[in-house]
T-cell receptor, first 111, second 115 residues
């Protein structure tokens, strides 16, 4: 079964506000990645954080990783209507060479 | 070229039909993946090819048959599907399956409807 859970399941904010999504996973990982998916389309890779990293930034994105709690968070600052999408974390489980997606957070940014 | 292409975009088929989904990338990636995604659910891994060899089969029913003719192409052959197999089928590729190089690039998907 998939090993990631995300919360919240859905998030609705106003343009300009920050959005925070959380991801929890079950087994040890090599890395954790975040992806965005616009409705019914392919996924776009956003950022990868390795198991020995604690925080990473890319533009308006900030990702944290706490391997002791088996959790990660994605912060989108100064959100825009174009950020409206579903966001998934994905874990690369150690020793399995498998790739699992979390349940996803559906973000709606209102203009 | 940093694109993964998939054809067709949409496919409607009957339960007795045989059809194929195609995926192509020209990024020199040596790992390619098939995922199945139902509405409002995350993608579920089906198959992984590494250097043109099947590396992972996530207990997928035999009515789905993957094929990797060369390092740029990945096919998914469909036969005797069920209505519950209707979903978005996503192809992805990465440099290889090692954790340091497995950032995945996704195609736009094929929306499959089985009648």
């Amino acid at each position: 079964s998939q090993q990631g859970e995300e919360d919240p399941q859905a998030l609705s904010i106003q343009e300009g506000e920050n959005a925070t999504m959380n991801c929890s996973y079950k087994t040890s990982i090599n890395n954790l990645q975040w992806y965005r998916q616009n409705s019914g389309r392919g996924l776009v890779h956003l950022i990868l954080i390795r198991s020995n990293e604690r925080e990473k930034h890319s533009g308006r994105l900030r990702v944290t990783l706490d391997t002791s709690k088996k959790s990660s968070s994605l912060l989108i600052t100064a959100s825009r209507a174009a950020d409206t999408a579903s966001y998934f974390c994905a874990t690369d489980a150690k020793n399995f060479n498998k790739f699992y997606f979390g349940s996803g957070t559906k973000l709606n940014v209102k203009p | 070229d940093t694109e993964v292409t998939q054809t067709p975009k949409h496919l409607v088929m009957g339960m007795t039909n045989k059809k194929s989904l195609k995926c192509e990338q020209h990024m020199g990636h040596r790992a390619m993946y098939w995922y199945k995604q139902k509405a409002k659910k995350p993608p579920e891994l089906m198959f992984v090819y590494s250097y043109e060899k099947l590396s992972i089969n996530e207990s997928v029913p035999s009515r789905f048959s993957p094929e990797c003719p060369n390092s740029s192409l990945l096919n998914l052959h469909l036969h005797a599907l069920q209505p519950e197999d209707s979903a978005l089928y996503l192809c992805a590729s990465s440099q290889d399956i090692l954790s340091s190089r497995n950032e995945q690039f996704f195609g736009p998907g094929t929306r499959l409807t089985v009648l």
